[in-house]
């Protein structure tokens, strides 16, 4: 307790609002397994305004590396039997241009 002008206040009541959603959080039962992390969070957005955000921008990365996977699939296309002898820096470029073709062609 702080006396500030004759009030009565919390200390907490000067704390950055930043910390005080952290505190809160932390101070919170952990999530259950059996339920969505997505859904906690939309049902608990009001309350952590803040750290909300920064979960759904978390959670919505992609679980996959089937991108990666797509470009490295074309590079076993494009170095072959015939093209062993290119340059790495001349196959990054061949498969930079075979990954962007659909887009360039827009």
Sequence with gaps: M???F???TQDSDFKDPK???INAYLSEETIPVTESPLQWWFIHQRRFQLLSKLAQIILAIPAT??????VFSKAGF?????????SS???DKLVFLSHNKPKLLK
């Design 19 to 21: 910390e005080k959603e």
């Design 89 to 91: 820096s001349i196959v």
């Design 65 to 70: 590396s089937s991108p990666s996977e797509k």
């Design 78 to 86: 494009i170095v072959n039997e015939y093209r062993s002898s290119l």
């Design 2 to 4: 702080a006396n500030i």
């Design 6 to 8: 004759g009030l009565q």
